[in-house]
DNA sequence: ATTCTTAATGTTATAGCATTACAGTTTTTT
DNA sequence: AAAAAACTGTAATGCTATAACATTAAGAAT
């Protein structure tokens, strides 16, 4: 998508929460922690959340309706990304496959499906939450 | 996951509802559309779509907060399923890939990740849309 | 520097999605 | 018939997301 700038300070503020944290956050978890720097309202924790996400430093986790900053280097190169979420701890793994790319792109090819963005996400339990 | 009964009213009402629609609906679309039959709260609809997605009849697209009536015949086999979203009509794909499947397996494996569920969405425009 | 333009912010209100808690009923099993 | 399990009804509440509008800040053009 389009090319970070630097950023403001609303989006520095959310980036830097989500960067800490070690579990993905909603847009209210994150408010709640900066509303002691004066962000007061929802809107402007998306509005933030929805500059990051297109510049490819944060994702949204569709089914927790959760975000999570990017756990790879320069992610809008990879663009079709999955995660395993442990449904114990919460931890999320951020990893890309090509292959399941290759695949899926074979498949929408055929259908002559135009993709804009695929939501790979996988519910479960990690290693260390199943001993 | 468990075993179809015979449906109970609620879940045949919800079920038909969701058969007959073209397109995913929202809990409280389904529930509009049940009124005059006399359910009156979204916890009832709520309950007839947890039973009927533990059987298969049913999914969650994650990314929409919408359900939809299974494409195929038998759902709870193939257990992991992919789905084509068009933005701009709603037109849902459903459809399975062995071979997404198996590298996604051999990549939850390689973590020791125990998954449950998979969701694969893929939001784009449909060829129909796309002219 | 001043105007023009675009992007970001602040605020309130509202819309949409999902669950908790509790009470009652029906169905199935023993 | 009694006990257990599944399903239903209802009200209240909580969580997630956006619409609408006013204001401010930042960047580009003249
Ligand atoms: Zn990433
Ligand atoms: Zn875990
Ligand atoms: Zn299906
Ligand atoms: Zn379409």
Aim: proline letters at 2%.
């Amino acid at each position: 998508m389009n090319t970070q700038p630097r950023l403001t300070r609303n989006q520095d503020m959310v980036f830097r929460v989500l960067v800490d944290a070690k579990t993905p956050l909603s847009a209210y978890t994150i408010l709640d922690q900066v509303r002691e720097f004066g962000i007061r309202a929802p809107l402007q924790i998306y509005r933030a959340l929805d500059k990051l996400q297109g510049w490819g430093m944060v994702h949204r986790l569709e089914s927790l309706n959760a975000f999570i900053a990017c756990a790879r280097a320069d992610c809008q190169r990879h663009e079709m990304v999955a995660f395993a979420i442990c449904d114990k701890c919460r931890h999320v793994s951020e990893f890309s496959d090509a292959q399941v790319k290759a695949h899926l792109d074979n498949w929408v090819g055929d259908k002559e499906f135009l993709a804009n963005q695929t939501a790979i996400e996988i519910r479960g339990t990690c290693r260390a939450c199943a001993r």
